[in-house]
């Protein structure tokens, strides 16, 4: 394991190509639980990329913002990033209850406060080409496809 692979938020989960060019993205036990203060534990994900995506490191001390989880590249089709928001930083909800995220924002709201840290700059209306959730798991997703995203 390299120096860089060893920091909690820059151990890699993105795995070779398989056969059919598919990548497993799987976050990795070692990263922290939860992000800082105020974070529950980050439940485990995965999800599936192709070849020319690569995975690159991330920190709590990015610039690009605290809520990054892991950013990832492609010459072809840009920049994926991986946002995990601290559910109490938007609401308070009682004790033992489980918020989902259409508990808390919109998709609308969502992208306009997250936009900063996706694109780098504020996004405007017409910036959005599409925008819908969807669920999976039985939980709900927010997708969007901006005009500039990368």
Request: proline fraction near 9%; charged fraction near 25%.
């Amino acid at each position: 394991m390299n120096a860089s692979a060893s920091t909690a938020g820059r151990v890699p989960g993105l795995s070779a190509p398989d056969d059919n060019g598919e990548r497993l993205y799987k976050r990795p036990v070692e990263k922290s639980g939860g992000h800082g203060v105020g974070w529950s534990e980050i439940t485990p994900y995965t999800f599936v990329t192709y070849t020319g995506w690569e995975e690159k490191p991330v920190s709590i001390a990015d610039p690009e913002g605290t809520e990054i989880d892991a950013k990832f590249v492609s010459e072809a089709e840009g920049e994926l990033k991986v946002l995990l928001a601290p559910i109490l930083r938007f609401a308070d909800f009682p004790d033992g209850s489980n918020p989902q995220i259409q508990d808390i924002l919109s998709p609308a709201s969502f992208i306009q406060g997250f936009a900063p840290e996706l694109i780098g700059d504020p996004v405007q209306p017409e910036d959005v080409l599409n925008m819908y959730s969807d669920t999976r798991g039985g939980l709900v997703f927010y997708n969007y496809e901006l005009k500039s995203h990368w």
